[in-house]
């Protein structure tokens, strides 16, 4: 697959009476107080106070300041500044745009060179925006609805046509799929993730077939991805990687996942498919 255009998002909407309450929100999500949020902004515990309860309106500056400080996601801090009544610092340019056209050559290369493991990048709704030859050997065989316009990686995995059938340990894996989900929701606030939770959520689990055993259980260092291709159980574990202080809403949420070998067995076929 190659670079695709991400789906537009829904910026976070900006309610309340100002700044002062979204900033305190964050800092008790953070579970700071509001002494240690002054000391990491070089500011007093009197002047923090008074910015949450709207006594003082913080500069742009200042804002911003808070906002690393509590390690605010790009898009919130847009937000942020939106509510304090300054100009959103941070643009969000289309993942298609000329601009970005290093980022998409950088990410294309990366996967590739992940080569035959599986690897890809999604944007923040789970939209597939490039993957390489090893993801697509996991799906082949899933119906052709689920591939286009643009597939997203949540439908793929737990859609009962999708790959659900084929993962062995579905329960676990699905489990972690919807936790990271849930993490997600709690931080960026987007009505369209809640959406997409709420659809893959209420897939029905497939069942297993009568009287096929469970996969016997390994010791891995992380949990698994336990999937069946061509009658083999292929076992994976996933690693995440994003871009450091990203300065536009897009790039900060484009994710780069990985899938290395849980065991030799899993490397070897991967390598003997691949030729």
Known sequence: MTIAASEPTVAAAV?????????????ERRRISQLELALRADSSARHISFVETGRSRPSEEMVLRLAERLDVPVRERNALLLAAGYAPRFPETPLDDPALEALRDGMERLIRGYEPYPALVVDAGYTVVAANRGIAMLLE?????????????????LHPQGLAPRIRNLPEWRGHLLAQMEREI??????????????????PVPEEPPGDEPAEP?????????????????????SISTFNTPMDVTVAELAIETFLPADRATAKYLHTVAG
Not at 15 to 27: D, E
Not at 141 to 157: H, K, Y
């Open 15 to 27: 309610t309340g009476p100002g700044v002062g309450p979204l900033l305190r929100a964050w800092r």
């Open 141 to 157: 065989g899933v119906p052709d609805e689920l591939m286009a316009p643009a597939p997203n990686a949540m439908r793929l995995t």
């Open 186 to 203: 709690a931080l960026h606030r987007s009505d369209r993730l809640r959406a997409l939770y709420e659809e893959v959520a209420a897939y």
């Open 218 to 238: 390994v010791p891995y260092f992380a949990l698994p991805l336990q999937i069946e291709h061509a009658g083999r159980i292929l076992s994976f574990v996933s």
